[in-house]
T-cell receptor, first 111, second 115 residues
């Protein structure tokens, strides 16, 4: 069965500090993984997808199939990074590519 | 492009009332889905659709109905509202293709309170 685990409900860091939001998954096939971000009371927005291997707003995430992880990292956190972050695993075409979300990590960056 | 549009943004219902949450997308996406967001629970899938006329249940379908008569619209119906359905509801759509470009686009959400 598909499962996404985000072990931290809340992560608080100081501005300029490195940040790592953890995500582990279980999936029997080739996973397609995403990080979505939700700023206060706004809609979810795509932050990163593993297949594009890009860096958005200074964030990167590498898929580690051996450890079944897709951790989100940023070397220097900014106050505007404070938001809710969700790791998500894409379903199959038969399931409408519906996403299986982790429970989310609330990131708070303090000055 | 408007993207994914949900109405209403806010709603208060009394226990036992019914209502429909509207969702429309203008991106010609085949795939649409409904999620509910609850504190500490993340987003959980209610129902999804792989195309017009085809819907199926997700993780938490009880108390909700959907239909997909057109590609653009995917309304969610609450049959008899209960306080446990107090939540924020998000509709999403995605293209999905052979390049595994399955990014989901979300509506702005409907905040529902059942009293």
């Amino acid at each position: 069965a598909q499962r996404v685990t985000q072990p931290e409900k809340l992560l608080s860091v100081f501005k300029g500090a490195p940040v790592e939001l953890k995500c582990n998954y279980s999936y029997s096939g080739s996973p397609e993984l995403f990080w979505y971000v939700q700023y206060s009371r706004q809609r979810l927005q795509l932050l990163l997808r593993h297949i594009s291997r890009e860096s958005i707003k200074g964030f990167t995430a590498d898929l580690n199939k051996g450890e079944t992880s897709f951790h989100l990292k940023k070397p220097f956190a900014q106050e505007e990074d404070s938001a809710m972050y969700y790791c998500a695993l894409s379903g199959t075409p038969n399931s409408g590519y519906a996403l299986n979300f982790g429970k989310g990590t609330s990131l708070l960056v303090t000055p | 492009n408007a993207g994914v549009t949900q109405t209403p943004k806010f709603q208060v219902l009394k226990t036992g009332q019914s209502m429909t949450l509207q969702c429309a997308q203008d991106m010609n996406h085949e795939y649409m889905s409904w999620y509910r967001q609850d504190p500490g629970m993340g987003l959980r899938l209610i129902h999804y659709s792989v195309g017009a006329g085809i819907t199926d249940q997700g993780e938490v379908p009880n108390g909700y109905n959907v239909s997909r008569s057109t590609t653009e619209d995917f309304p969610l119906r609450l049959l008899s509202a209960a306080p446990s359905q107090t939540s924020v509801y998000f509709c999403a759509s995605s293209r999905g293709n052979s390049n595994m470009n399955t990014e989901a686009f979300f509506g702005q959400g409907t905040r529902l309170t059942v009293v």
